[in-house]
């Protein structure tokens, strides 16, 4: 097995980054490559971790990369974590820069995001 599978689709009106696995120094720019390769103009990018295993601060620094790249493609980045991604995400204070959502159906609606730590169960 891959340490880490990376999926790129539409759905919902949306383009989906499934991502599954381990998610550090030595995957992240495959992440990076794919939240890019996700992006089209005015189209929502979700990235759904909720299968990450691991995830350290490189994974992070890819999200928020592609977040900040928001504004250029008309909307910013939603973030569907696993546990491991939110604990990076609440221990690091950056869920107030990202759209986090509990699950899947919730970022590909829209909506407001859960702008606190611990959005996972």
């Known amino acids: 097995m891959q340490r880490l599978q990376i999926a790129v689709s539409s759905q919902g009106g949306c383009q989906v980054v499934d991502v599954a696995g381990e998610v550090d ?23 759904d971790l909720a299968d990450v295993e691991f995830f350290d601060a490189s994974g992070l620094r890819a999200l928020l990369a592609a977040n900040d790249g928001g504004p250029r493609w008309g909307s910013p980045l939603r973030v569907v974590p696993s546990r491991a991604v939110d604990l990076v995400i609440e221990v690091s204070g950056a869920w107030h820069l990202l759209a986090v959502f509990p699950d899947r159906r919730r970022a590909l609606e829209g909506g407001p995001a859960v702008r606190r730590p611990s959005a996972v169960s």
Not at 27 to 46: D, H, S, Y
């Open 25 to 47: 120094m030595s995957t992240c720019a495959q992440l990076a490559a794919a939240l890019e390769r996700g992006r089209e103009p005015g189209v929502p990018l979700v990235a």
